[in-house]
Structure formats: C-alpha cells, structure tokens
C-alpha cells in the first residue's frame, strides 16, 4: 500500500517546523506525523496533541509564541 505523508518542512522565524495536513505546526516530526495520522483516522485534530504545536496560521494566539530551541 502505497501512503502519501503530507507533512512538510517549513522555516518559520529560522526554525525548522513540521507542518500536519491540517496546518498546525510542530519542532518534532513525530508529533507532526502522529498529528496527521489522528487528525486522517478521526477527521478532526487531537487536543492533546494540538497542545505541543508551535505554529498555527490560522490562531493569534500563537503568534505571541517563540520556538525554542
């Protein structure tokens, strides 16, 4: 079976970010990949792990927010 993974690598702020399908951002691809297969499996986000993004276009919020690193 052939699996097309649509997390990619962006630079934002001259950080490397892992951004999901759904357009959240992540320093780890593994929460990158693990965002993406719940958010392809449930149809919507997990909370739990919305809440280890560090990027998000779309929320103010997280314009406030630095990547560490």
């Known amino acids: 079976m052939i699996r097309c993974n649509l997390v990619r690598e962006e630079i934002h702020g001259g950080k490397t970010l892992y951004i999901c399908k759904c357009g959240l951002g992540y320093e780890d691809i593994l929460i990158a990949y693990a965002c993406e297969e719940y958010f392809r499996t449930h149809g919507v986000s997990s909370e739990d792990i919305i809440k280890k993004a560090v990027y998000?276009?779309?929320?103010?919020?997280?314009?406030?927010?630095?990547?560490?690193?």
């Open 56 to 69: 998000n276009p779309r929320s103010t919020k997280f314009s406030q927010r630095t990547v560490t690193g």
